[in-house]
């Protein structure tokens, strides 16, 4: 979270069809509790744009904290998973198979995922 400016046009946003309002919705990840419905994506995304800055410019005026763009974020490539003892061996196991380091192994797996 920051108290520094913040360009809302960086946020994360995604437009797709929602079946049952038979309409296109507009999400952000950092405001998830946000969308818009329009009959075009352009529209959805043009409303939810539009509530964004108002939101961020109403938590601006508060002194509260604003999310920062996923996109702006920097990560530094590390995380910790915990994992069962089996699903552990099982991976340590494959990896071997395969010639690579548990660590190669499992990013490969999650690349290929993606």
Avoid: I
Wanted: glycine share 4%; aromatic share 8%; with cysteine.
């Amino acid at each position: 979270m920051s108290t520094t400016a913040v360009d809302p046009a960086r946020y994360s946003f995604r437009v797709t069809w929602s079946e049952p309002d038979e309409e296109f919705v507009a999400t952000c990840v950092e405001f998830p509790s946000l969308s818009w419905l329009d009959v075009t994506p352009e529209g959805a995304l043009a409303g939810l744009r539009s509530v964004v800055d108002e939101v961020v410019a109403d938590m601006r005026e508060r002194g509260e904290d604003v999310p920062e763009p996923l996109s702006t974020r920097h990560y530094s490539g590390k995380f910790q998973v915990r994992l069962g003892e089996d699903l552990h061996r099982r991976l340590v196991m494959e990896a071997a198979e395969q010639h690579v380091s548990l660590n190669q192994y499992v990013t490969r797996k999650l690349a290929a995922a993606s």
